[in-house]
Structures are given as C-alpha cells and as structure tokens.
C-alpha cells in the first residue's frame, strides 16, 4: 500500500492523511463548491486492502447508515458517503476544539481546577446527543436499540464556544447488527464499561449511562474512577461497584448533584437512570438548586482561558486551506509540560502533517485502534508517548532554547520547529525549544542556566544585559533580508482616529512592558507628539502583539502598538489586516536577537551560531522563509548601532516613569 495520500477522494480536495488504523485511513479534506464557498471536512476511507472484503465493507458502512441518521446538535453530522476507486468512504463535519480528554489533561498541566458548573454543562449536552442516538429507529419507527459503547472522554468534543459533540460509532451495536460483533470480544475503553459490557453481557442504553456517569465522576474529582494497576483489577472494580466515594473527595459539592452522579453509576442497570434524557434532567435539577449556572458564558471563559491560543492558532491553519493559502511547513503542537521551564511551553504529539495536532472531527477508526482528532489532531493509538515538536527524539544532553511570547506561544512553535529540526540535523544534537511565560523570564532563564539561547526581541535584551552584563548577544534575525523592523500605531479602519477624532482620552494597547515596538516606541512617539502616554491615554496591556492587534480589533483600544510583522501576518492569526490602518510609524527597530549566557559553553556558541549564519531556508530546507509570522531568512553577526534609537527611546522611558 502507498504510504502517500491522494490528491482528491471523491470530489474533495485532499489536504493530509491524518492518521491509519483498524480497517481505515482518515484524511484532512476540502471540499470547494461553486461561488467560491469552501469548507473543510473529515473524511474516512475503507483501507484499500480491505476493499474486496464484503463483510468488513458492510460493517464500514453499518457505521455510515447508523450516524447519518442520528440528527443532533450534540452529535458530530455525517456529510456524505461515497465511492472512490472502489473504496467506501464516510464525509465528516469538521469541528474545531478539543477532545474533552485534552481539556482536563490540559487544565491539569495549567494547575487549573475544571469548575464544577462547566463540568455539568458540558455532561448535560452529552447526555442530550447519547438520548438522540439512543432513541435512533428505523423507517417504520421501530427503535434501533442503538448503544454507543464509547462514550468516553476521547469521543467527546468540546468546540471553542463549548459546545459538546458525540463522535465515532464504529463499535456502536444496535439490535439488527447480526455478526457485527463476535463473542468474546470487548469492545470499548475497559476503564469506562459498564459491569454488564466487562462481563459481555447484553447491552442497552443504560450501559452507556453508566459511561457518562464514570466521565462525569471524573470530572467533578479531578482524578480517574477506576485506576487499578492491571485489568483485572479494573474488571473486578467495575463488576463490584468498588467505586471512590466522590462526597469524600469533593466534600464542597452537594449532596443532591452526588446523588444523581451515583445514580448512573448503580452496578444494577435496574437502578440506573432510564434515558440519558432523565439523568440530564436530574444533573440540570441538583446543578439548579445548588445554584450552580449551567449555561455556555462561563464554559466559554473557561475554555477560552485553558485552550484559546491553541484554538485561534487552528482557527488560522484552516483559513489557510479556505483560502488556498500556501501549506505552512509540516509540524505539530499540543501544550505539554517542559521539563526545565516556569513557563508556558508548547510541544506537541507526532507530527501529523502541517495542521499536525490542530483539528477537531469525528474520526470513526473502528475495532484495532481509536483514533481522535481532537483539539489538536491527536493520533492517540500507540503514539502518545512519541517525541513532540519542539522535543527532540534524539538521546544526549538537549540544546536548550528559550522564546520570549512575542505572539500566541503555540503558534511560535509552531513556526520555529524548522529552524528546530535544521538544528538539530546540523548539529546531531537534540534541541529544545519552549516559550517563557514572559520576556523578563526568558532573559532570567538564559541568565540562571535554565537555557543554553535565548531568542528576545531587541528591548527584551537590553533590559536583560542591563541587569545582566554576562549575556552575550551573538546573532540577529533576518526578516524578509532586512535586519530590522518598523514600529506602526494602528487604529481600526472604520474610526476617525488620528483625523477627526483627537487621541486625548483613548485606549491605547500595549502588546507588552518590555516590547520595543508594542511598548517603548509608541510611547516615545506619543511623546515627541505632545501627549503624555499615562495622563492623555489608557493604557492596556494585552501580552502579546497578536492579542494586542485583536484588542483592537473587538474594540478593546482605540490604537495598539505592534510591529510591521505582526500586521503583515495578522490575517493568519485569525484577524483581519485590511480592517486595519496605520497611523504612524513610531521608529526602526532591529529585529529579534539570539542571546547566550555567561553558563553557555563556548564549545556549544561557535557551532550553533555557524549554523544560523550558514542557514539558508531555500537550500536548507526548500521554503524561501521560516514562518509566516516569523519571515525568517537567515542570520546576521549582531550591528550594535542598530540599538541606538531604540536605547535612547528606552532612556526617555526611564526617565519619564522616574518623574
């Protein structure tokens, strides 16, 4: 079998072969349609092997029959079924977000508690779209019997309005599914069947309500219900109901909202709820008069809070494919924690193609393997523990790089992987790299040894070596062949800002304290205009000039002060540059600078900095530029002069703030 993808299934553009397992191949697709409107979709296709086998291509298509039919907000919709050279393929609705596993893995990462409100919310639409497939019939009306089987945290889907979906029915059993099934064979996750489904036992709907009773469990304690250290331990817990009490481990929660979770939870399904339907009324009922708000505004600032760089940074990879935009350079993210860092850091699971881990959509992988597209395109089966982007695979002591938060740090990563990788190949060193949780820290990480290179924008350096004169400046970044960038103030299209409308009284967004063009320059500029940046306007400070350009955008500020970069490359992060316009250009600054400290051996400096003046991305690596944010197209020996401006700007700061 070709290990390639094809161009098109179907009528359906063909972006990346996702992921192959069980008896299917998945794929990233876009399907164009006339007037130029375009959407992205999820397709799943028999494998070619398979493709002569009726019985496998009747169960393929058994899945096709039983999801089309199941119409609910809360259930991810089949689009199409098809035919291509002779191998039956499934169309998906494209949903972007998270596996609702993803969210509380990384909340946990975040040290960040799941409130108890958006766990219920959340629970209570996945109880609505199990009844819609539990009350699923047939065409003279006679019910399907349908028991999902998998209801567990990887075939939940949480969007980034968190909105709950249900996916993969690949081992859904309904009562006309005759061989489909085969004795002796569990099907599902073993730490999320009911006892009926471990002891293989007829199912009904009831067994998937005790599911969603074990994940709501979860959710509302923070930890697993059923973790024993080997299957049969885990087996005899679930057939037993050895379950922890939940009241012992939330003692705040009350006691009526307990009582319900225990309900799905009862050994006996004669003790469960009836429907999905019941125990989602139950659930609403104890959340009500615990006067718990079960409603989507606090669910969105909690997801926003937890997921929202990672799902503004797909939100981009997607426009990207609407709009024929070339392919960003193959790689993949999903937030993880760094082993040496305080930071926020950014890794990823194993490449899987230039969206890589970025997209939600039902994947439908059935029997061998369970495959998720999830908040990031994660390939859960057998390759959780595969080395990340921005993690090297190689063994020895890691190259350890550090990245101010210029922008969303997901997306940084994101563009430097190739420089990471082209590293890594030149140097045959394992390289890592991880975004600080602010400028400040990057400098102190390079300064105390926490990293071997830092990558800090010009003012983050000079601040840095300000206070710490062993750091060495010993490259600067070429963007686009020019050694520097221009600071710009920018207001939004539509305003008289800057012609009618006088700047005294406005909200200005800063993208950071320690930026050069977000900060130091637009206020020098103010300055030299006769406005006193802290009397004559409001500051904000957004944390990243991506942010910043957004605040401005929803109507946060009035004017944001950004690079020349960022406004280039605001439409890939989901923000409309055209809506935009400049009202000044505050001053040339030079571009980000390649920073080592007084603990970085010099054995490891004088290769590393030959590479990054050797790199040239169109020989090295076949792209003429390194990001489409970051523009990088090659290295240069550190100008000193270059920082003249920008130093003098930064005295003036300094003595304004000293008044």
Known sequence: MSTGHPSNIGR?????????????????????????????????????????????????????????????????????????????????????????????????????????????????????????????????????????????????????????????FGI?????????????????????????????????????????????????????????????ATMQAIVTG?????????????KALIQAVNKSLAVDREDRYPTAEAMRWAIAEAAREAGLITTAEPAITWIHAILGARHRAKRTQIEAILSHAPMPNRASYTPRPAPTSTGTSFTGTRALGWIGAAVVAGLFLLAASTVVVGGSLALWWR???????????????????????????????????PLRKHLESRLDRPVQMEVAASYAEAGEMLADGRADFAMLPPIAYLTSHQKHPDLKLVAMKVFDDSTGSDGVILVRGTSGVGEEQPLNGLTICYSDVSSSTGYILPRAWLRKQGFDPDKDLKGRVSGNH???????????????????????????????????????????????????????????????????????????????????????????????????????????ETAASDK
């Open 12 to 168: 359906y553009e063909v972006v990346e072969r996702l992921a192959i397992g069980g008896m299917a191949e998945v794929y990233l697709a876009c399907d164009r349609g006339p007037h130029g409107v375009s959407r992205v979709v999820v397709i799943k296709r028999i494998l070619p092997h398979l493709a002569e086998n009726q019985a496998m291509i009747r169960m393929f298509l058994h899945e096709a029959r039983v999801a089309t039919r199941i119409q609910h907000p809360n259930v991810v919709q089949i689009i199409d079924v098809g035919e291509d050279h002779g191998q039956p393929y499934i169309v998906m609705e494209y949903v972007l977000g998270s596996t609702l596993r993803e969210v509380t893995n990384e909340a946990r990462r975040q040290e960040r508690g799941l409130p108890a409100q958006v766990a219920l919310y959340w629970m209570i639409q996945a109880c609505s779209g199990a009844h819609a497939a539990h009350e699923l019939s047939d065409g003279q009306g006679r019910p399907a019997g349908l028991v999902h089987r998998d209801l567990t945290p990887h075939n939940l889907i949480v969007d980034n309005q968190a909105h709950v979906k249900l996916l993969d």
């Open 383 to 417: 390759m959780q523990d595969q080395p990340p982007a921005g993690v090297s695979s190689r063994s020895g002591v890691p190259i350890r790089w550090v990245l101010a938060p210029v922008y969303d740090p997901a997306v940084m990563l994101y563009e430097y992987e």
């Open 546 to 652: 991506f942010q910043a350009l957004r605040d401005l955008s929803n109507g946060a500020c009035d004017v944001a002060g950004t690079y020349s970069g960022a406004w280039i490359g605001a439409d890939r992060a989901g923000i409309s540059a055209s809506r935009l316009r400049v009202l000044a250009i505050t001053g040339r600054t030079p571009n980000d600078t390649v920073v080592t400290g007084a603990k970085t051996p010099q054995d490891l400096v004088d290769p590393v900095v030959s590479t990054l003046f050797a790199l040239d991305p169109q020989r090295d690596l076949g792209i003429a530029r390194i990001g489409q944010t970051e523009r990088i197209t090659g290295f240069t020996p550190p100008d000193l002069t270059a920082f003249e401006e920008l130093e003098a700007a930064l005295k003036s």
């Open 242 to 254: 050895d379950v922890p009490s939940l009241g012992d481990l939330r003692p705040d929660l009350p």
């Open 172 to 232: 859904a059993k309904g009562q006309d599914d005759g061989d489909f099934t085969r004795t002796g064979v569990l099907k599902g996750k073993l730490r999320y069947m009911s006892p009926e489904q471990a002891e293989q036992r007829p199912l009904d709907r009831r067994s998937d309500i005790f599911t969603l009773g074990i994940v709501t469990w979860e959710l509302l304690a923070g930890t697993r219900m059923f973790d024993r250290p080997t299957e049969l």
